[in-house]
Each structure stands twice: as structure tokens, then as C-alpha cells.
């Protein structure tokens, strides 16, 4: 859980600033054990922004010898620039095999990760952090408001991992003057074994506080996901919550275009990218700078195909409303360094969150950043095509989505902003904070926003 008291607000953001300051890559090995905490981690987002470069241009001997650098300093379990580090230096190697399919498929073979293991990652990251707790106050109140009066309340959950937000609905529910709804809850999943636990602990829960309910489980990729199985019915008040979910549909969008596109369709081979600049010429917050105005003034279509057909299958189902939680980040750039930059930026300070919050020696803390963080950030740098899921964007593409779709605004209520800054401020933690935005609300770690929490309905 997250530890009560003062927490440090010192965070490895401000390294990103002070890049000019970084050695030369010239030197000798000799003196990089010596290196103070601050000057090392310096050099290791040097080492990494470099290391990106030699991998994007193919320079495999080059970055072979960097990376050698970097795991001198690198250390999963080190302060939070030699954690990050060893997590962006494994994902930078992952990039590498892949160009030898089998050298890939053979070290990997092996590795698979359990269903108990993925439960018990996802609820690690639900007790350590603030942010699941925080979107699910604010979606649970979007809920309850917009269903005042309603008799039969259907709930889609396109994200069933922690039965915790639909316990604390139900106690919510039950004490209406009015006496409680008859709830169904849908719930998505690809995995049996997670929507089993999940109805057993909210059929127990209902029956306790005698709620009518039904639960409704879905075994199936999002992708995947066929329509009349959620058995959306006349007379039924909708809901629908997606918690960290649609970004992963512009893997298909991606694949879509490419197929329209042949000369998107060709593989890169990264030679088309930006060249590295030298540390003492150009800052990693003047790179930054430049990539984000080149993503912005790109013009792109506000919704592509796959991501469209979805959202226009869950208008037609006419809910409510409909809550959104997504990461606010940009990590969807078309190239590696846009991604690896933002990357950098958004995971350290995640990284950071845990540095104040949690010991360096927790096995809990060390579980979230490798089977988390580290897969995410891995799939995030080595992965292309459809294999790349974690793409990541800003609050404001999803609003030109949304709106293009049809789906309202609608603003959070200001009931449901205070209990949720409530909630924050409890966490005896002042590197949390929350902004109200446009009517949405975006939870940052110190001056770095991490998630985003808005509400919508289907418009006429």
C-alpha cells in the first residue's frame, strides 16, 4: 500500500533538463563506476537516446558497445534512472534480436506468464498506486448520476480485471432511498479464470447487501469482441466503462492503413530517423520540444477505421454514458525515437512514484516494474504492426475521436472531482495531483500528467 507521511517530491524529470551537462561517449570504462547518482543518471539517457539511434540506423556494432555501457550502470533494483534503464536497455536488445526471428522465438520460448501471476501484477499496481482507485470514484459517481431513477441498470465493463470498483457500486446502490436497481454487469476478458474470480466476488457481495444481479462474463480479446454477446437489451439503462483499454485498437488502425497504403506497408528500417544530436549542442527537453510540435502539426484524420467501427458499435448500443479512462502520453509516434523519447519522460515518472512511495527492496515494487512497466515499455520500443499494443496517446486525440463518433461530453461532476482529490490527498503523498481539464480530469505526478479520466454520452 501506499506509505502515509512526507514523501520526497525529488524526481529524475529534472535530469531530462540538464542533458548538456552529460560526458562524452569517447571515454574509457574506467571511471563510470565512480559516477555520482545525478551524473549517472545523465549519462544513462544519453547512453539510451544514442543506443536508439545506432538501433533505428542498424549500426548493431555500435550499439552492441553502448549497451554494454549502460548495463555497467544500469540495475533493476538501483535508484529510479538505473531501474528505467535496465527495463529501456532490454526492450532496446528485444528491438535487435528481432531482426533474427529464430535467435528470438528460441530465447523466448520458454517464457509465458501465468494467469494467477498477471492477477496478481494488475492488483499490485491497484494497492500501489493511486490511479485505478482515483478512476473508478470518478466513473462509479459518472454512474450513479446519470442513473438516478433508473430501475434496470446494465453496466459493460471492457476492462474486468479488479472486481474492487463494482463492490463499492454496489454498496452505493444499495442504499438509495428508493430501494436498489436491478444491476447487470457485462464484463470483457480474455481470460476465464479472471472473469471467474471476478463473478464470484460480486455475486457474494450482492447477495449480501440483496441487490438483484446478474453477471454476464465475455471471454474475449477487445478486438475480438462480437457485439450480441454483451445482450444489450430494450428497456435497460447502459453504461459502459473502458479503463485502460482502447488504445490498444490502434494496432489494428495502424495495420488498416498500411493495407490501404503500400508505401506505408514497407518495412523501416529506422534509416529515416533523426539523427542524434550531441549532448552538448541539444537538450532531451529541446528533442522533446521538437517531436511534440512535429506531432502536433501532423494532420491525420481524427479517427481511422478500426477505432471508428468500434466506437460507432458502442454508439448504437445508446449508453448513458460512457467513461474513459486512458494513459495520457504520447506513445504512439510512427517513429522509435518519438516513442522512446515520450517513453523516457511518462516511466520515469511512474518509476519516480514508486522511488517515494515504496522501499527499493519491496518484491511487490520489483513485480510492477518488471511484469508491468518493463513489458509495456518493451512492447512500447520492440514492437511494430499489430504486435505493438501499448499505444498511448493524449487526452485531446481521444476527444476528436470521441467527438467524431458522435459521443457528448459530458463534464465530471464536482461532487465526484472532491471525493476523488479527497481520495489523493489521503495518500499522504504530495507528487500526486489532479487537474480538472475541459470537464475531464488528469492526474499527474508532480508536472508530468500520466492518466485521464473523462465521461461521454451517445449523442442523438
Not at 480474455?190 to 463473478?199: M, N, T, Y
Not at 445508446?318 to 494513459?327: A, I, L, Y
Not at 511512474?350 to 518493451?378: A, H, N, Q, Y
Not at 508530468?448 to 461521454?456: D, E, Y
Request: glycine letters at 4%.
Amino acid at each position: 500500500m501506499l506509505q502515509e507521511g512526507s514523501c520526497s517530491v525529488s524526481s529524475p524529470l529534472k535530469l531530462f533538463s540538464m542533458m548538456s551537462a552529460s560526458p562524452s561517449l569517447g571515454s574509457s570504462h574506467s571511471w563510470l563506476k565512480e559516477l555520482k547518482s545525478e551524473e549517472r543518471g545523465l549519462y544513462l539517457i544519453h547512453l539510451l537516446l544514442t543506443c536508439a539511434n545506432q538501433v533505428a540506423d542498424c549500426n548493431l556494432e555500435n550499439a552492441n558497445a553502448t549497451l554494454e555501457q549502460i548495463s555497467m550502470l544500469a540495475s533493476p533494483d538501483g535508484d529510479t534512472m538505473q531501474r528505467i534503464a535496465a527495463y529501456f536497455t532490454e526492450a532496446l536488445a528485444d528491438r535487435i534480436l528481432k531482426a533474427w526471428p529464430g535467435l528470438h522465438k528460441a530465447l523466448n520460448s520458454t517464457r509465458m506468464v501465468m494467469v494467477s501471476e498477471e492477477i496478481l501484477v494488475q492488483k499490485l499496481f491497484f494497492e500501489l498506486f493511486p490511479f485505478l482507485k482515483v478512476a473508478y470514484i470518478l466513473t462509479n459517481q459518472a454512474i450513479v448520476e446519470a442513473m438516478e431513477g433508473e430501475k434496470m441498470i446494465h453496466i459493460i465493463d471492457l476492462n474486468a480485471a479488479e472486481p474492487a470498483q463494482w463492490i463499492a457500486l454496489l454498496q452505493v446502490l444499495s442504499t438509495r432511498p428508493e430501494g436498489p436497481p436491478h444491476l447487470r454487469i457485462t464484463s470483457v476478458h480474455p481470460k476465464k479464470e479472471v472473469l471467474d474470480q471476478i463473478a464470484r466476488r460480486l455475486i457474494e457481495e450482492a447477495e449480501k447487501l440483496d441487490i438483484p444481479f446478474q453477471f454476464n462474463p465475455v471471454v474475449s480479446k477487445l478486438e475480438n469482441l462480437e457485439f450480441e454477446k454483451l445482450h444489450v437489451k430494450t428497456g435497460e439503462a447502459l453504461a459502459i466503462s473502458s479503463i485502460l483499454q482502447l488504445h490498444t485498437l490502434l494496432a489494428l488502425d495502424d495495420e488498416t492503413m498500411k493495407r490501404k497504403s503500400p508505401l506505408l506497408s514497407k518495412p523501416s528500417n529506422g534509416t529515416h530517423l533523426q539523427r542524434f544530436h550531441p549532448m552538448n549542442q541539444t537538450s532531451l527537453g529541446d528533442l522533446f520540444e521538437k517531436d511534440t510540435r512535429s506531432l502536433e502539426s501532423t494532420s491525420s484524420s481524427p479517427a481511422s477505421i478500426t477505432i471508428e467501427s468500434f466506437l460507432n458499435a458502442l454508439w448504437r448500443l445508446s449508453p448513458k454514458v460512457m467513461v474513459v479512462t486512458e494513459q495520457d502520453s504520447n506513445h504512439n509516434g510512427s517513429t522509435l525515437m518519438d516513442r522512446l523519447l515520450e517513453a523516457l519522460y511518462s516511466y520515469a515518472a511512474l518509476f519516480d512514484c514508486l522511488e517515494s512511495t515504496v522501499p527499493r527492496t519491496s518484491l511487490e515494487r520489483l513485480r510492477v516494474e518488471k511484469m508491468l512497466f518493463g513489458e509495456e515499455i518493451k512492447n512500447i520500443i520492440a514492437c511494430e504492426g499489430l504486435e505493438r499494443k501499448e499505444r498511448h496517446e493524449k487526452l485531446d486525440k481521444w476527444f476528436m475521436r470521441l467527438d467524431f463518433t458522435r459521443f457528448g461530453h459530458v463534464p465530471l461532476s464536482y461532487f465526484g472531482r472532491l471525493q476523488a482529490r479527497r481520495f489523493l490527498q489521503s495518500c499522504g503523498c504530495g507528487g500526486y495531483k489532479m487537474k480538472e481539464e475541459n470537464g475531464c480530469v488528469v492526474i499527474y505526478w508532480q508536472d508530468r500528467s500520466l492518466f485521464s479520466i473523462s465521461a461521454w454520452r451517445a449523442m442523438k
